[in-house]
């Protein structure tokens, strides 16, 4: 069965570091989104990608975040400059025609 | 404001019995609903989906019932056993209409126990 893949499972950076975080939707989905969850709390929106652009964003994606789709497979989230607040799980999640939305596996950041 | 609220932070049930886990919503008019289960480290898994002209939907052992004029949602498993032990997440598209993007807003969750 197709599923969604991130990598890494796992990151840690310093703060103020820049981090890019990959996820490979399923192959036939059109619809790209990113989701965080901090530890204990809820799964949050981030961003929604359609069409090479994005289609929606939340208040939590200012300017430090960029999402890219750069070469047809992989999605990207980048964090420019981060701070101790992104530390989270993110999750990427694909789209096809109907309604669902499949995850990834996560990303877990930590930033010291 | 808009709120997804889902009844209890968790719910611990013998096996064999039903679990019955509640999601509420304010000033949203979701066209439909879904629901979730993620487990601990792991991304959301979807299991469900209502829309707002069904009352009821069924998939093996899972019931999922969508009442619009309470603004509520019931998720049911039954004949419970352990390995339904995860957390369970109601949510839906905060948009007027079913087109869209569909970015979806997350209730809380419910923390599911299943003991032998």
């Known amino acids: 069965e197709p599923e969604v893949t991130q990598t890494p499972s796992h990151q840690v950076t310093q703060m103020g570091q820049e981090v890019i975080l990959r996820c490979v939707p399923i192959s036939n989905h059109l619809y790209f989104y990113w989701y965080r969850q901090i530890l204990g709390q809820k799964v949050e929106f981030l961003v929604s990608f359609y069409n090479n652009e994005i289609s929606e964003k939340s208040e939590i994606f200012d300017d430090q975040f960029s999402v890219e789709r750069p070469d047809g497979s992989n999605f990207t989230l980048k964090i420019r400059s981060t701070k101790l607040e992104d530390s989270a799980m993110y999750f990427c999640?694909?789209?096809?025609?109907?309604?669902?939305?499949?995850f990834g596996p996560g990303t877990r950041l930590t930033v010291t | 404001s808009q709120k997804i609220e889902q009844n209890s932070e968790a719910l611990n049930i013998q096996e064999g019995k039903t679990a019955t886990l509640t999601c509420n919503y304010t000033?949203?008019?979701?066209?439909?609903l879904q629901w979730y289960r993620q487990d601990p480290g792991r991304g959301p898994v979807f299991l469900l989906l209502i829309r707002e002209n069904e009352k009821e939907k069924r998939k093996e052992r899972l019931k999922v019932t969508f009442d619009t004029t309470l603004k509520q949602s019931l998720f049911h498993i039954t004949a419970s056993q352990p390995a339904d032990s995860a957390t369970y997440l109601c949510a839906l598209d905060p948009t007027m209409f079913s087109g869209g993007y569909n970015k979806l807003i997350f209730g809380a969750g419910t923390r599911l126990a299943v003991h032998p």
């Open positions: 000033n949203y008019s979701p066209a439909y």
């Open positions: 999640a694909s789209k096809g025609t109907s309604y669902e939305q499949y």
